[in-house]
């Protein structure tokens, strides 16, 4: 199977350096800037490709793994020669559907993870979802997908899109948590390491147990005044020890707030 | 060093089985109710003792790991006998002051940790904040934690208290991120299971590099269109679908606010 990747940001990057490690051939990078093409291609052991009229028809699959705006645009572009051949996006929030003005073979193919430049995923468990206007063009996708990994499921768009608003709390949501973390405790010059191992327990615990069972802390108690205490902290203090900094006062604001909600949200479930 | 601890929770029940391990004795197990009492006495090879009058006044330190409301009236109870002995609480938002009214010596001795039965903690990389109103006393503090765990840091009641703040953000918080995503999930009859592999990345990312460079997401990159989607599900579908089910349309509304500020939070730093 050859397979032709149209983008060149960290799902094009991760995910076409899996495909090469498992034998597939990458006939193409494809993309607008020219330098990035450059890049990823010789990443990639392939040839790069920044004009459209010079885009090989002769892959089995193409990858579109660009921004969600950018999807229906490039597929105008790429159904001038590619209108039969089987194309697929990798976007969580994108019906297949959107592909079917262009092109008359298309799907998902959607690896739930978070991917950067900086770290090197996890394939192995990465689970990988797809789905296809055809039972041919499924069988080819779970070809390739249980090829790069073992957990290869097939789902429905209306699904995915659900699985992807729970990875935006589960994931871009911590990595906020974390991030104010991190805030509060620079104030007092205290280093963000000291909250690693208690990070990685919260993350532990959930391996065999549910998250509702896991639940500690002060709103899980109704320790009402511990509450009032942290709430008076994020509103008071933070705030007058920023008060030359905008952008952190404003910062601080919101994270009372956050506080506030996400106490309410544990007490009442 | 001989130990004795006030309270049966989850923190004293930890700390007791860690402190026997590194082969100090735990002298008594002190609380009200009879058959916690009993059964964690019998976990760290000590006897209980559940009467005021009987607390043995031979220990070197006790430890009071009880819930910060009853820090007080624990404390006015052992005054009576142990005035004079080095009496610390495991409080990450009380300051150790608080003991102060009632002993001669006293301090604070927090691990930084969630604890749950369920769960065995990593003491190796368990931080322990200890602070105390006199030099002995800290040393006596610091050689009591640095024999369970290599991180033993000295901390003010006033910083302590902040740590505690970011901890709820990063533990709690995270955690109840967690029982969202599942919520959502379940909905649509996906196992939770899905989002490990996507959970145990964003932990990993933050292994070197700040959680701030790592944010991803639709927030992240302004995405709006897909944000509204988010919302639009959070609002309408899942708000239908319970809706003979007040507990939880009550839930699903505030996911839909927390989906809203976390976002905010993220767009505005």
């Known amino acids: 199977m050859t397979i032709s990747i149209i983008g060149t940001g960290n799902v094009a990057y991760h995910l076409g350096k899996r495909i090469i490690e498992k034998g597939f051939t990458v006939k193409q990078v494809i993309g607008r800037n020219s330098e990035k093409v450059a890049w990823l291609a ?161 993350i532990r615990k959930i391996e065999y147990h549910t998250p509702e069972s896991m639940q500690t802390g002060p709103a899980k108690r109704r320790d009402i005044s511990t509450i009032e205490k942290h709430l008076a902290y994020l509103h008071d203090n933070t705030r007058q020890s920023f008060q030359n900094d905008d952008q952190n006062s404003h910062n601080t604001e919101l994270y009372y707030e956050i506080y506030q909600l996400l106490t309410k949200s544990i007490i009442e479930n």
């Open 42 to 202: 010789q990443q990639l052991q392939t040839e790069g490709c920044i004009e459209w009229e010079q885009i090989s028809a002769h892959s089995d699959l193409y990858i579109i793994a660009v921004s969600d705006d950018a999807i229906p645009s490039v597929s105008r572009k790429l159904s001038l020669t590619l209108q039969d051949k089987l194309v697929v996006h990798t976007s969580g929030s994108i019906t297949s559907t959107a592909l079917q003005p262009f092109f008359n073979h298309f799907g998902t193919f959607y690896p739930l993870q978070t991917f950067s430049l900086k770290s090197q995923p996890d394939f192995e468990n990465l689970p990988i979802f797809i789905n296809a206007n055809s039972k041919e063009s499924l069988e080819q996708l779970r070809l390739l997908g249980q090829s790069i990994t073992s957990k290869i499921y097939e789902l429905s768009d209306d699904k995915r899109i659900v699985l992807h608003i729970a990875a935006v709390f589960v994931n871009n949501f911590t990595n906020h948590l974390f991030k104010i973390g991190q805030d509060i405790l620079k104030k007092e010059q205290i280093p963000f390491d000291v909250l690693k191992p208690l990070i990685h327990e919260t």
